[in-house]
């Protein structure tokens, strides 16, 4: 009787948590605004954010040791990248800039997203188009 009403408490316990920990915030989609040779501009979609967590926000590149462990070589490139919050319309977003033009065509990436109750690392791979190319696109949808 004593293990059955254990179980019970700790079936409980673990439904109780559950949406504690399946609503905690998170990095979505990065769109890239700039082209190869340019400084770089992106902006990361912030979601699952939960309410009093954007008070506590913070967002970097993450370390040397992420990189290695991820077995994704740190690109010179990323040395000096900056993030910052904004928001923008309904939800935030992580604003990417450079200071620096940026002349490697494929960059990973690895973001590491902070709040007070928890610290998420996300890696981004994408290709940094010619400006030639950006223009012919943005001419064929018009």
Not at 55 to 68: G, M, Q, R, T
Not at 101 to 111: A, G, I, K, S, Y
């Amino acid at each position: 009787m004593v293990k059955r009403v254990t179980g019970i408490r700790l079936a409980l316990a673990t439904l109780l948590l559950l949406p504690l920990l399946a609503s905690a915030a998170g990095l979505g989609r990065l769109t890239v605004t700039s082209s190869l040779g340019q400084r770089l501009r992106a902006e990361i979609e912030i979601v699952s954010l939960q309410p009093g967590e954007a008070d506590s926000l913070s967002v970097k590149l993450a370390p040397p040791e992420a990189f290695s462990q991820a077995g994704i070589e740190l690109s010179s490139a990323l040395i000096g990248i900056q993030f910052s919050v904004d928001n923008k319309g309904p939800r935030p977003v992580v604003r990417v800039s450079t200071s620096q033009p940026v002349n490697e065509p494929f960059l990973d990436l690895l973001v590491e997203l902070q709040w007070a109750t928890g610290r998420l690392v996300r890696e981004y791979t994408f290709l940094l188009d010619p400006p030639e190319h950006r223009d012919r696109v943005a001419a064929a949808r018009q």
